[in-house]
């Protein structure tokens, strides 16, 4: 079935040689037409030249005045070569100051897609699927570097990630990848606020790859979706990936969705949602767990009676204001009320999630706590399956792994709401 839009490519198309990449097989799924600037080997610093391209080039369907039609999906798939060339050096004996082995990873391939959704929204694009950078551990190309990692692990020389001497090689190229889904998730959060008029949704690759795996069973997939570079989809793998990118258009993009005559399933709605980042992580995939409310009683009672609701509150208030007329407005009461008061806006509720995105919770606390008074709730309120007796917990916030310190986690700029992956570790 054709339709009226088009779907515009950016990036780096992830194919070692001539077939059907999987944004060309979303695009021919949505019956649209189809107009690819990404090229083989490129990095997102090849974005303005690509955006250059795409502006120049009038077979793109425009609107009456020269502006991209609303009908465009502006498609931007990066950042993988950025990486891969940053673990080549991992792989040729280096193994200090890598960025890609830090904290807070992918701070420049965002800058540069930032810049690219910009250039495209001001030449009239509206719509934009955001693929996250495939760190995906299950490639066979990582088999070359799991030596390597350990050796970086054991000598500690990644303690800066949370990752001590005898962890996994797979766990920091799993909280990596983490960083780098919240990293690119709040660039669309960001990008979506400051444009009002725009569909900006996440495409969580990572995870994609990851429900791939499980749905076709470990060995199909590991035998099919890669072509002999270790790295790239084969054909069969990007057929694959394409089935993803469909439920996150028909989840993300309902107009176009509706024009393609393609209806998410109730297990597909909300699998890749516009901005909020819980959405876009692919977080409405997976049946979220409750928290149980572990607070003292004297907590809960605190926050109960500092409901507006309350009817006991307004007596209580009632109470403090004729203290006041008779104290000259200074009463212990009010003092109370007005901490109860603050109590209540000092809690938060906070969105955790692991590494994969198949486990997701909920977490009452307040934003007066610690990193590691954080840490501590998040292990208790984590799913019973999860809790192993002295189990250690990692926390990665915005692209950046949570340190131990005296701050707050509002000075963190955690706030009501915000999302945190969390990676739990049995103990050695």
């Given at each position: 079935?054709?339709?009226?839009?088009?779907?515009?490519?950016?990036?780096?198309?992830?194919?070692a040689y001539s077939h059907p990449t999987w944004p060309q097989?979303?695009?021919?799924?949505?019956?649209?037409?189809?107009?690819?600037?990404?090229?083989?080997?490129?990095?997102?610093?090849?974005?303005?030249?690509?955006?250059?391209?795409?502006?120049?080039?009038?077979?793109?369907?425009?609107?009456?005045?020269?502006?991209?039609?609303?009908?465009?999906?502006?498609?931007?798939?990066?950042?993988?070569?950025?990486?891969?060339?940053?673990?080549?050096?991992?792989?040729?004996?280096?193994?200090?100051?890598?960025?890609?082995?830090?904290?807070?990873?992918?701070?420049?391939?965002?800058?540069?897609?930032?810049?690219?959704?910009?250039?495209?929204?001001?030449?009239?694009?509206?719509?934009?699927?955001?693929?996250?950078?495939?760190?995906?551990?299950?490639?066979?190309?990582?088999?070359?570097?799991?030596?390597?990692?350990?050796?970086?692990?054991?000598s500690g020389q990644l303690e800066e990630l949370g990752v001590?001497?005898?962890?996994?090689?797979?766990?920091?190229?799993?909280?990596?990848?983490?960083?780098?889904?919240?990293?690119?998730?709040?660039?669309?959060?960001?990008?979506?606020?400051?444009?009002?008029?725009?569909?900006?949704?996440?495409?969580?690759?990572?995870?994609?790859?990851?429900?791939?795996?499980?749905?076709?069973?470990?060995?199909?997939?590991?035998?099919?979706?890669?072509?002999?570079?270790?790295?790239?989809?084969?054909?069969?793998?990007?057929?694959?990936?394409?089935?993803?990118?469909?439920?996150?258009?028909?989840?993300?993009?309902?107009?176009?969705?509706?024009?393609?005559?393609?209806?998410?399933?109730?297990?597909?709605?909300?699998?890749?949602?516009?901005?909020?980042?819980?959405?876009?992580?692919?977080?409405?995939?997976?049946?979220?767990?409750?928290?149980?409310?572990?607070?003292?009683?004297?907590?809960?009672?605190?926050?109960?009676?500092?409901?507006?609701?309350?009817?006991?509150?307004?007596?209580?208030?009632?109470?403090?204001?004729?203290?006041?007329?008779?104290?000259?407005?200074?009463?212990?009461?009010?003092?109370?009320?007005?901490?109860?008061?603050?109590?209540?806006?000092?809690?938060?509720?906070?969105?955790?999630?692991?590494?994969?995105?198949?486990?997701?919770?909920?977490?009452?606390?307040?934003?007066?706590?610690?990193?590691?008074?954080?840490?501590?709730?998040?292990?208790?309120?984590?799913p019973p399956e999860q809790k192993v007796a002295g189990a250690?917990?990692?926390?990665?916030?915005?692209?950046?792994?949570?340190?131990?310190?005296?701050?707050?986690?509002?000075?963190?700029?955690?706030?009501?709401?915000?999302?945190?992956?969390?990676?739990?570790?049995?103990?050695?």
């Amino acid at each position: 079935m054709a339709t009226n839009w088009s779907v515009v490519v950016f990036g780096d198309s992830w194919v070692a040689y001539s077939h059907p990449t999987w944004p060309q097989v979303l695009a021919r799924r949505l019956g649209a037409q189809f107009f690819n600037f990404a090229f083989p080997g490129a990095v997102s610093a090849n974005l303005p030249m690509q955006a250059q391209q795409a502006m120049m080039q009038q077979t793109v369907p425009r609107a009456p005045g020269g502006l991209f039609r609303r009908e465009t999906l502006v498609v931007v798939h990066t950042g993988g070569n950025d990486f891969i060339a940053k673990m080549a050096q991992v792989i040729m004996g280096g193994g200090h100051n890598l960025e890609i082995l830090k904290p807070e990873p992918g701070r420049e391939e965002a800058a540069n897609i930032e810049h690219l959704l910009e250039k495209m929204y001001e030449a009239g694009a509206r719509n934009f699927l955001v693929s996250g950078v495939p760190a995906f551990i299950h490639m066979p190309v990582f088999n070359l570097i799991w030596g390597i990692i350990t050796n970086l692990v054991n000598s500690g020389q990644l303690e800066e990630l949370g990752v001590s001497p005898g962890d996994p090689p797979s766990l920091p190229m799993e909280v990596q990848a983490a960083a780098l889904n919240e990293r690119w998730s709040n660039l669309c959060e960001a990008f979506s606020k400051r444009h009002t008029d725009v569909t900006c949704s996440f495409f969580d690759e990572v995870e994609a790859l990851h429900s791939l795996r499980a749905q076709l069973g470990e060995s199909v997939f590991d035998r099919s979706m890669w072509d002999f570079s270790m790295f790239h989809p084969s054909v069969f793998g990007h057929e694959r990936i394409a089935d993803e990118a469909v439920k996150s258009v028909a989840a993300g993009f309902p107009t176009l969705a509706a024009a393609a005559n393609i209806r998410p399933s109730p297990a597909q709605a909300g699998y890749s949602q516009p901005s909020p980042p819980v959405a876009a992580a692919g977080l409405a995939s997976s049946a979220p767990v409750v928290a149980r409310d572990e607070a003292p009683a004297q907590e809960k009672q605190q926050g109960a009676s500092a409901s507006p609701q309350d009817p006991s509150q307004k007596k209580e208030e009632t109470i403090a204001k004729k203290d006041d007329d008779r104290n000259g407005g200074s009463s212990c009461v009010k003092d109370d009320l007005q901490q109860k008061k603050d109590n209540l806006q000092d809690t938060v509720t906070l969105q955790l999630r692991n590494v994969k995105g198949d486990v997701s919770f909920s977490l009452t606390c307040s934003a007066s706590s610690t990193v590691s008074e954080l840490r501590t709730s998040a292990l208790a309120a984590a799913p019973p399956e999860q809790k192993v007796a002295g189990a250690v917990a990692t926390l990665v916030f915005q692209g950046k792994l949570l340190q131990d310190g005296s701050a707050c986690i509002a000075d963190l700029g955690i706030k009501h709401g915000a999302m945190v992956v969390i990676v739990i570790k049995a103990p050695k």
